[in-house]
């Protein structure tokens, strides 16, 4: 611990099982970032409720993703992984933080503008507070750094501005104002090759699906548009599957595909089988730690309950010393 640089956090709202994206845009950040920080990972189930239609699916999707992190290399003995809810003190900085936080910047924010337009019926107040929830989050754990993806950035801002509001406010400065850190490819595109891949968007690859379902989705993936005929050159550079190869193939293979397409050496089926047996390949010793991991469904809930015990310990001395800067009574 003594080592380590500062302290990282991250949260993520609880949507079951995680595909490519996340993994790429995120989770690999968060494996790669244990090295030097000290790093604490959050299921966001309170977030969640600003936009579920029922919590019917919020436990298995909880378990669920918390199954991916630790077979994607979450280390739980020294990484803290737990449950939003399960830690209740942010709850209580998110109302002591929303009166330094002005009405008209949150409803100004282009997501909360976003969340309107995609749910009109159901505006509620959580959803206009959901960045100082957020705030929240970063705040109680004292966090240096946030990986997130680039569409995070006007929170991190905010979040940052808040702390700051706070501490001007109670002449302290018992509040950190933490530094974003973008993830390497803060934009992975779906297999339809123009959206973001997601959930909602159903142009993802599961991470934890099996090598035949993940070869059927690789061979749906959209390549270069103007390819038309298995004669036409390919140009790689707008190629989804080749940016996939960029990252999951080996470096000779890369380039050959690279010359031979556009030179319609190598056909769009050809590529896009290569990739699926490379992405199995990659895949492989994570589908075999979560399905070890799986035949122990309560040793998991475990991991996240004692890291919800370590992250209550830290958001605990924070709330001391938040209600000591305020000044309400003891
Ligand atoms: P949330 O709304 O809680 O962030 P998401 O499932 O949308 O939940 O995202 C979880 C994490 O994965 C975020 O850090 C997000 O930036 C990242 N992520 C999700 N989809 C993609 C994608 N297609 N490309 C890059 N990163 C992504």
């Not at 809810?85 to 997501?111: A, N, Q, W």
């Not at 959206?195 to 379902?213: V, Y």
Request: glycine fraction near 6%; hydrophobic fraction near 40%; charge should be neutral.
């Amino acid at each position: 611990m003594a080592s380590k640089k500062g302290r990282v956090f991250s949260g993520a709202r609880p949507t079951g099982r995680q595909h490519l994206g996340n993994y790429l845009g995120a989770i690999k950040n968060y494996v790669a970032l244990q090295d030097d920080y000290e790093c604490i990972y959050c299921i966001v189930d309170i977030h969640a409720l600003t936009t579920v239609e029922t919590t019917e699916d919020l436990v298995d999707n909880t378990y669920d993703m918390a199954l991916d992190w630790l077979a994607a290399g979450i280390r739980p003995e020294e990484t803290i992984m737990f449950v939003q809810s399960h830690v209740p003190e942010v709850m209580e900085l998110h109302t002591i933080l929303s009166m330094v936080t002005p009405l008209g910047k949150l409803t100004d924010l282009p997501t909360f503008k976003e969340k309107v337009r995609l749910q009109p019926n159901n505006v509620n107040y959580g959803l206009v507070g959901y960045p100082v929830l957020m705030t929240a989050d970063i705040a109680l754990y004292k966090t240096d750094v946030v990986p997130v993806g680039v569409d995070q950035g006007p929170h991190i801002e905010f979040a940052r501005e808040i702390v700051r509001s706070f501490n001007y406010r109670y002449h302290t400065n018992v509040l950190v104002e933490p530094q974003m850190k973008n993830t390497e490819i803060p934009k992975v595109l779906g297999i339809d090759g123009k959206e973001k891949m997601g959930k909602s968007n159903n142009n993802h690859i599961e991470l934890a699906a099996t090598p035949e379902e993940t070869r059927q989705r690789v061979m749906q993936m959209v390549t270069d548009p103007a390819r038309i005929k298995r004669t036409d050159p390919g140009n790689p550079d707008v190629c989804n599957v080749f940016t996939m190869h960029k990252i999951f193939s080996p470096a000779d293979e890369v380039a050959m595909i690279n010359v031979e397409c556009r030179r319609a050496g190598i056909g769009c089926v050809e590529c896009k089988k290569r990739f699926a047996a490379n992405l199995n390949a990659n895949l492989e010793p994570f589908r075999q730690k979560r399905a070890a991991l799986a035949e122990n469904p309560a040793q998991v809930w475990d991991i996240l309950h004692e890291g919800a015990g370590r992250a209550r310990t830290i958001a605990r001395q924070t709330m001391a010393e938040v209600r000591e800067a305020v000044g309400l009574p003891k």
